[in-house]
């Protein structure tokens, strides 16, 4: 039973129809995201998609690259048991910053400001251990792991020795080794 000219007319003009409104709207999606990736690139808090991972990740990162770290340290925190182990290992390695650059700030010679850096400089040393552990082969937490080892006096370092710059790169390979 074949269809008239009338029915196929109908059938594809619906058809029309409704691509017409999928496009529209993937048009509108994307008109968002590029509103959404041009407020986060200013450093702006995105109008859309306020709930998402992403825009809470670059309100966090925000806040942290200018100053207010505390705040940051407190949506990193809310973020870590949410999305990817990728993200996740990003959130590590953003509190291990925190705590890092935190440590670095008040670093002195006073005995309560040294004890206060070297639990700032623990967090960061366990930040990132996290990190790793989330994403093996995030070779930025595996830097600032080495850098943070290399600055807690109190605690052996593996890799110290008759070296120049004691500590470990890259895993297990020694500094100063071909």
């Known amino acids: 039973m074949a269809l008239s000219a009338k029915k196929w007319t109908l059938i594809l003009g619906i058809a029309a129809i409704a691509s017409a409104g999928v496009a529209a709207s993937e048009a509108y999606r994307i008109k968002q995201i590029a509103a959404f990736n041009a407020a986060i690139g200013k450093g702006d808090p995105p109008q859309t998609d306020k709930q998402s991972y992403e825009a809470k990740f670059a309100v966090a990162y925000w806040q942290a690259k200018n100053g207010r770290l505390q705040e940051a340290t407190l949506l990193f925190s809310q973020l870590n048991d949410q999305g990817t182990d990728t993200q996740r290992s990003a959130v590590q390695f953003n509190m291990g910053n925190i705590f890092f650059l935190r440590g670095l700030a008040i670093n002195g010679t006073n005995m309560t400001v040294r004890d206060q850096t070297e639990y700032l400089l623990t967090q960061a040393k366990t930040a990132y251990q ?25 605690h052996p370092t593996p890799g110290v020795g008759d070296s120049d710059s004691p500590g470990l790169i890259m895993g297990n390979i020694p500094v100063g080794l071909p």
């Open 130 to 154: 996290q990190s790793l552990r989330l994403d093996n082969h995030f070779w930025d937490a595996r830097h600032n792991l080495d850098r943070v080892l290399t600055m807690l006096p109190a």
